[in-house]
């Protein structure tokens, strides 16, 4: 019942900037924690933003660490602002959330929902 819905992606020069959305619907609950994850052909998903949605405690990789900012937009909405890209950071970004943890994990089992993901394609 519950989708995930993103959007924002695209093709962008190393450098540039992209905002990702994610709009959950079809909830009884609020989630505990939404966030996304990314995954690039030949790679396992990893981990890349996340917040928790009581006290929007956040937490992210090292590798997005000052350029991605993470925010809640609604109940049940947030956004992935991406800036200073780089080719590393294209891949497929699956907004997911969270009803059971405590806090946010950034372990794909522990996430309940996900969306079907929005490309992020950075050229050098």
């Known amino acids: 019942q519950a989708q995930l819905v993103e959007s924002g992606g695209g093709s962008v020069q190393a450098g540039g900037s992209l905002r990702l959305s994610c709009r959950a619907s079809?909830?009884?609950?609020?989630?505990?924690?939404m966030g996304w994850f990314r995954q690039a052909p030949g790679k396992e998903r990893e981990g890349v933003a996340f917040i928790t949605t009581y006290d929007s405690y956040t937490k992210y990789a090292d590798s997005v660490k000052g350029r991605f900012t993470i925010s809640q937009d609604a109940e049940n909405a947030v956004s992935l602002q991406m800036n200073s890209l780089k080719p590393e950071d294209t891949a497929m970004y699956y907004c997911?959330?969270?009803?059971?943890?405590?806090?946010?994990?950034?372990?794909?089992?522990?996430?309940?929902?996900w969306g079907q993901g929005t490309q992020v394609t950075v050229s050098s």
């Open positions: 079809g909830l009884m609950y609020s989630a505990n924690c």
């Open positions: 997911a959330a969270d009803w059971v943890s405590l806090g946010c994990t950034m372990i794909p089992a522990n996430y309940g929902a």
